[in-house]
């Protein structure tokens, strides 16, 4: 609480008049909307409330009335009616000039924010007239003005008197002005609000408000001895707590610092700051002192528990906060304020002393509730856990983006667009990709030719796959995008071909080819092979031609020695080195024509196997895992 002042009529600091007001009202309320009408209110109040905080005033009245005007009173001291040196009394200086009545001394703690805080005057030159009793010295003082200016004459340098009274107090009725106003009807939610808020502030202040445009009047009273404590059970009133709210003050700097905190349930944070009562939408130095400490304080907690290992990265400040709502309050002399709407604190002090009290006080707390901190990490490593998995998306999102799969490389892409009826046939070699693409059928078949070895994607970082031209071709001509950890966007209903077919030769270096392919596949577009669409084109060994009767293709050794056995008389024998020696004819025979071609369903059954696969596919033991997918291709059905 500041400290109760003498009033000293000199220190009244006379800054500007009232016209600059009345030309440009917006650089003094902000704006001529319903919220700059109701910061009218404010200004009034706010008044009250450094009366409050000077130790002097416990309750507040506010109505709103059904003549358009607003009543704020207070029961403080009452403003000083005095003669001032500049020759009138105290109470109309206060009322006519720009910024006066503030400065007495540096341990004031003015409730003034920023751009807003420019005091009764402003009120005064906006409204069509204002009314003041001041309740001082056991009379009832009275004075009036009209778009600003005085319209009471003095007798004798003195106020006119109403009567007389016991009480002490301030009475200020405004009507505001429609020539400034868009609109001249207070919100009553707003101003409630805001009261409440200051209610909570200010935990003995009583603050009743009266909405008397509503018939029968709407009468609330706002009293929270709890303070920012009862503030904060308020707002997570509807969610499920973690643990009470906490709560904490000291000083550091000449500055008071407040703050209560409370986790619960939920993935968001919530922290608000306040300066001398008034909220800062735009934080500031506090929250940022509040958030340095906190956050250096729960590593280090979790370090000493155990929670967080020597290996382990530290816990972000949004980690440490996540599911906190917290209301950091403080007192400062001498705010400023910066950003776009003069709501953002910005004295460096202010960092210090609130870094300071949480580093100290948190640790007090703590180390008597360990049931709480351990809850609070909880919340900690939960959202470390979520971070980290985000980030993974993150990077994934921005290596698709830096790779746009808009090329189309070789792709000699077939005509339909119905994708039940269309394959792709990924050809090992451009010249088999030449005799591929004659020998296709246009309508359905795309052929989309692939140079010598493809990445080892299985030990290649998701860069280097995506930045791969081969792949890219590829993830772009199948059209349903791919998947990695938690990058999930492959999607299998854009699938453009309905068989996607792996043309290799049949010999050791088309097999390697056709395992890096089904390895990508499998770790990128998994689906694929899981709903059946990859295949292996058989492309037959040996050609055999008998001299009398049809020729007949051969497609391994096996079928070799079995022809040799029961084929009685001569035959001209003819061994294919690899697709590139097939004409277009031949390849049509013997790969594309379904009605001839033989393809074998890769087939991976479920996950649960799959997941051993993929250790399998995805290690160093190159043998084994060739041998697996050759196996499950042998096995699977023929497709013909
Ligand atoms: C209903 C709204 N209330 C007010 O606007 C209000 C202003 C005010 C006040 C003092 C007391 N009550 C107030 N209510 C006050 C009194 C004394 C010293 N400082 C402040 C005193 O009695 O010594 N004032 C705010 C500014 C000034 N008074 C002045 F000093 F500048 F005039």
Redesign the pocket.
């Known amino acids: 609480m500041a400290k109760s002042r003498?009033?000293d009529e000199k220190s009244?600091t006379v800054l500007e008049g009232l016209e600059a007001v009345r030309r440009r009202p917006g650089m003094y309320i902000g704006s001529t909307s319903r919220k700059g009408l109701n910061h009218l209110v404010y200004e009034?109040v706010d008044?009250?409330v450094?009366?409050h905080l000077?130790g002097?005033?416990s309750s507040i009245f506010v109505a709103l009335e059904a003549d358009g005007t607003a009543l704020?009173?207070?029961d403080?001291?009452?403003?000083?009616v005095g003669m001032h040196e500049k020759g009138m009394p105290?109470?109309r200086?206060?009322f006519t000039t720009l910024h006066?009545?503030g400065k007495f001394d540096d341990t004031a703690y003015k409730t003034s924010g920023g751009l807003h805080g420019v005091g009764?005057s402003v009120v005064n030159a906006l409204s069509t007239w204002l009314d003041v009793e001041i309740s001082r010295d056991g009379q009832i003082w009275h004075d009036r003005y009209e778009r600003g200016k005085p319209v009471l004459d003095l007798e004798d340098g003195h106020l006119p008197v109403l009567g007389k009274t016991r009480k002490t107090g301030?009475?200020?009725r405004f009507l505001p002005d429609p020539e400034i106003f868009e609109v001249v009807r207070f919100s009553s939610e707003d101003i409630a609000s805001r009261l409440h808020e200051t209610a909570y502030l200010n935990p003995t202040l009583k603050i009743t408000f009266e909405d008397r445009r509503q018939t029968p009047a709407v009468h609330s009273e706002f009293y929270e001895p709890d303070g920012i404590t009862g503030y904060i059970r308020d707002m997570n009133r509807t969610n499920e707590a973690v643990c009470p709210p906490i709560y904490f003050q000291g000083s550091s700097e000449g500055i008071l610092v407040e703050c209560a905190f409370q986790y619960v349930n939920e993935f968001h944070e919530s922290v608000l700051g306040f300066c001398n009562n008034i909220y800062n939408a735009e934080g500031g130095t506090h929250l940022t002192g509040f958030k340095t400490a906190f956050t250096q304080v729960m590593n280090t907690y979790a370090r000493d528990l155990g929670i967080l290992k020597d290996k382990d990265p530290n816990y972000t400040g949004a980690d440490v906060r996540n599911g906190m709502t917290a209301v950091i309050s403080i007192r400062h002399p001498d705010p400023s304020f910066e950003g776009q709407t003069k709501t953002k604190l910005d004295n460096q002090d202010a960092a210090r002393a609130v870094s300071k009290v949480t580093s100290e006080e948190v640790v007090l707390f703590f180390d008597k509730h360990l049931e709480t901190l351990k809850q609070v990490l909880s919340c900690a490593e939960r959202a470390a856990k979520i971070r980290r998995s985000e980030e993974k998306v993150k990077t994934n999102l921005l290596s698709k983006q830096k790779y746009s799969f808009d090329s189309n490389g070789k792709l000699a892409n077939c005509e339909s667009r119905t994708p039940e009826k269309c394959e792709i046939f990924i050809v090992e070699g451009d010249s088999a990709g030449g005799s591929a693409k004659m020998a296709r059928d246009r309508s359905t078949q795309a052929i989309l030719p692939i140079r010598g070895k493809i990445l080892n994607v299985e030990k290649a970082s998701i860069d280097k796959v995506l930045a791969n031209a081969e792949i890219k071709t590829m993830i772009n001509a199948f059209g349903c995008g791919f998947s990695e950890g938690y990058g999930n966007d492959f999607d299998i209903s854009k699938l453009r071909y309905n068989k996607i077919v792996i043309m290799a030769d049949a010999d050791v270096d088309g097999a390697h080819i056709s395992t890096l392919l089904l390895t990508l596949f499998y770790r990128f577009m998994p689906e694929l092979i899981y709903e059946g669409h990859v295949y292996i084109a058989m492309p037959p060994l040996y050609k055999v031609i008998p001299s009398r009767g049809e020729g007949e293709y051969l497609y391994d050794d096996t079928a070799l020695e079995k022809y040799r056995r029961t084929h009685k008389g001569s035959f001209t024998l003819q061994r294919y080195k690899g697709l590139g020696e097939m004409d277009a004819g031949q390849l049509w025979e013997t790969t594309l024509n379904p009605e001839t071609r033989v393809l074998k369903k890769v087939e991976i059954e479920d996950a649960r196997m799959a997941s051993d696969v993929t250790e399998m596919l995805m290690g160093n033991d190159v043998p084994p895992r060739k041998a697996f997918i050759y196996e499950h291709a042998q096995d699977a059905l023929l497709d013909v």
């Not at 403080?76 to 000083?80: E, L, Q």
């Open positions: 003498t009033y009244i009034i008044n009250a450094d009366e000077a002097h005033c704020v009173e207070d403080g001291r009452g403003i000083p105290a109470e200086l206060v006066a009545g009764s301030t009475k200020v």
